[in-house]
């Protein structure tokens, strides 16, 4: 009779497990801390997964061979930053050797004091829960003290490379989460507006914040605006169940006759605008307010209220302080 056959064990070919593992689809991460120095270090990674809700827990895997290892190996908080269809060059930077990789990345201080870099999709401020030797790897987990997150699409990673994740989100999704913030932005006596996709024109507008004095033009590119100089303008809720307005006023830092604007998208000047076909009352209101206040250059912040509202003008004779990072 003959023996059974005993399984062998085989040497797993670490190339081929490479490519095996890539075959998984993920986001991309750059998980980030400080070094013993307090310098800020980076790197990119997409070996994040969520772990517990009760305690907030996720993990990274950070590998041993990494020169950011050690300041990963000793912290005590890191942050990791998911990353948008936007940033496949920040994703190149930190899976690079790049001595200073921070130089040109704003970043703030959230909860931990891990930078939290300004612009990603989603940030997670976590404090280190466990560290766990594995193989070639450690696996960092990490308790979530504070994080955020913005209705961008994912940037995606398969088969090493970059893939686009497409409409990600529901169509009504930014009309349930929150704030949108809209932006007035002037250039030469002319205000940007932007298609409103029923045939009327409303406020150019962005689910988050910008950054680094970039708007981006839904998804068709992105107009610069005079860095540091937008100011809050108007704060209301649209009664009809829309979300609310944080409407900024901002300068376009490049010349509009030099502009190829994306479709949906067109100048008109102050004294022209298509106040019939902006269906929207209270951007209307904002609209005639700006138009009124641009005469005098003295602008107001106005904050809806049960009441009707508020408007404080705004003396710019005084200059701003700068105050200090939380
Ligand atoms: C999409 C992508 C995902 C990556 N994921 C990881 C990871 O999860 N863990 C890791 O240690 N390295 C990962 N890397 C490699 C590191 O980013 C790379 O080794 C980097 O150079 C490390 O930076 P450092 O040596 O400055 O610390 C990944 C690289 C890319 C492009």
């Known amino acids: 009779m003959l023996a059974p056959a005993i399984p062998q064990s085989v040497p797993v070919d670490p190339i081929a497990l490479r490519r095996a593992f890539g075959t998984f689809l993920t986001g991309v991460t750059i998980i980030t801390t400080h070094d013993a120095e307090g310098r800020p270090r980076g790197m990119t990674a997409n070996s994040f997964s969520s772990v517990s ?31 948008d269809a936007g940033q496949t060059e920040l994703s190149n930077l930190f899976a690079s050797k790049s001595a200073d990789k921070f130089a040109t990345v704003s970043h703030d201080r959230i909860h931990t004091g891990a930078p939290v870099l300004s612009a990603c999709m ?12 594995a193989g070639d790897h450690i696996i960092l987990l990490g308790e979530v003290q504070a994080f955020g997150t913005s209705p961008s699409a994912p940037l ?14 529901p169509p009504d999704w930014l009309a349930s989460s929150g ?5 007035l932005i002037e250039a030469e006596g002319n205000l940007l507006l932007s298609a409103d996709g029923r045939g009327g024109w409303t406020l150019p507008s962005t689910p988050r914040r910008i ?5 981006e033009l839904a998804g068709a590119g992105s107009v610069a605006l005079v860095p540091d100089d937008t100011f809050l303008y108007s704060v209301f809720d649209v009664s009809d169940g829309d979300p609310g307005y944080l409407i900024y006023r901002a300068r376009l830092a490049q010349d509009a006759g030099g502009l190829a604007l994306p479709e949906g998208f067109r100048f008109y000047p102050l004294e022209d605008l298509p106040f019939d076909d902006i269906p929207v009352r209270e951007i209307r209101t904002v609209l005639k307010r700006y138009v009124r206040e641009s005469a005098n250059r003295r602008f107001g912040i106005f904050v809806a209220s049960s009441d009707g509202g508020r408007l404080a003008m705004v003396d710019e004779a005084q200059p701003w302080a700068q105050v200090p990072q939380l």
Do not use: Q
């Not at 993990?59 to 930053?81: H, T």
């Not at 704030?179 to 932006?183: E, L, R």
């Not at 950054?211 to 708007?215: A, E, P």
């Open 53 to 83: 809700l009760d305690p907030p827990l996720l993990l990274v895997c950070v590998g041993k061979g990494a020169s950011s290892f050690e300041a990963f190996n000793r912290a005590d908080s890191f942050a990791v930053n998911l990353l």
């Open 156 to 169: 995606g990673f398969c088969r090493g490379r970059y893939a686009a994740v497409k409409d990600p989100l």
């Open 211 to 215: 950054v680094d004095g970039k708007l």
């Open 122 to 133: 989603t940030w997670f401020d976590c404090t280190v829960h466990n560290r766990i030797d």
């Open 179 to 183: 704030m949108i913030n809209g932006y």
